[in-house]
């Protein structure tokens, strides 16, 4: 029998309504005991005083590489950074090399993370066989096998009636189907946010209309069929108001917006001197876009913060930015930016960064979310809101450095990660690998 001993922190989950300073006596999988001045003698004890513990955070979208690109990424070292970076949990998605659309590939992540993961890993399975928005693959299969929803991510689904039966089906299994919104007609392959900067720079501009009208499309769609859509990686003020307005009709939509779309604008791809590591897709948007991204989340229109974590070797950045692979790595700064940029900043309370990290990504999906309460499974990130520290390339643990944030340095930082009563992370370290 392990024992786990939380001394001494603030332990803080919104969704339960608790916020009180105590102890966490973990035995096993489950919280066993909360209390004050809670001993055990068999217990390994986490000096918790001065931070903050919650219920443990979970990534909903994630590009771990495997099959198929695994000098990018694999199982291991992705969940690794996702336990460095304070996750109990990552959502795969299936744009691997082949493409998850089937039963057996989904199997293949399950039992793959089952013997090398630091942290849970939940497959996502494509919405369309190989991901060409033409014939829907086995989602009762790929479901039964442990698919937790369906994306077709890295590719939208341009055939608006794919979309509709993708929605009716994946209703049928309790499933979210999540929505890479890009009308690529509108996008025309652009390098950067259209406005002033891609002007000034000569490059290709990537019209948000694209992004607007698909998110318009899908959430019609949802209406109509009743199923659940889940906008991924939304970074438009006109996305943020048409999902606004899609929730006020009870429409089941669920949204999610990335640490980098809040931090950082295109004017800041301008300041960086084109540098690759600050292209993606969609692309760094206008100061007006953050504001009413930062907006959205603060009132719960967006309910989750999510990685888009996209690991990428550096052949794939060296080269001209228009020439570049779309996407950044951010399951280790994820935690940081957002209480930096945020909740330090008085944006975002820290209980709503809460419950878009932790509670919201597990309902979104269905699932029973983490939870500070006896018997709950002990799922459980603490957070230190005052370390100042830089990221560094040399720090990560992800096989990929394609981050935005380089040298850059945050206030607030994961402290611990234990994943069903095992500490994976303590002080920015990994313990046991």
Known sequence: ???????GGRLLDPRAGVDRVADVLITDTVI???????????????????????????????????PGEEWKEDIASGTRAAARGGFVAVCAVP????????????????????????V???????????????????LGEMAAAGAVGFTDDGHPIERAEV????????????RPVLDHAEDRSLSQDGAMHYGRFSTLAGLRGYDPLAEEVHVARDVLLAEATGGHVHIMHVSTARSVEIIRQAKARGVRVTAEVTPHHLALTDEDVAG??????????????????????????????????????????????????GLAKNGVVGLETAVGVVLDA???????SLERMILAMSTRPAEVLGLRPPSLRVGAEADVTVLDLEKRWIVRAEDMVSRSRNSPFLGRELVGAPAATVVSGRLVMEGGRLVGW
Request: one cysteine or more; glycine letters at 8%; a negative charge.
């Open 1 to 7: 029998m392990s024992k786990l001993l939380l001394k």
């Open 32 to 66: 066993a005991a909360i209390g004050e001045d809670l001993t055990d003698p068999a217990a390994r004890v986490v000096d918790c005083r001065g931070l903050v513990v919650t219920p443990g955070f979970i990534d909903l979208h994630v590009h771990l590489r495997e």
């Open 95 to 118: 744009n691997t090399r082949p493409v998850i659309d089937n039963a057996a590939l989904v199997r293949f992540v399950v039992e793959k993370a089952a013997r090398e993961a630091a």
């Open 120 to 138: 849970k890993v939940w497959p996502y399975g494509a919405v369309t066989k190989g991901q060409k928005g033409e014939e829907l693959a086995e």
């Open 163 to 174: 979309m509709r039966l993708a929605l009716l089906y994946a209703r049928q299994f309790g």
């Open 272 to 321: 960086s001197g084109y540098d690759t590591n600050f292209k993606m897709n969609p692309p760094l948007r206008s100061a007006e876009d953050r504001e009413a991204l930062i907006a959205g989340l603060a009132d719960g229109t967006i309910d989750c913060v999510a990685t888009d974590h996209a690991p990428h070797h550096r052949d794939d950045k060296e080269v001209e930015f």
């Open 342 to 348: 945020l909740v330090r900043t008085g944006r975002l």
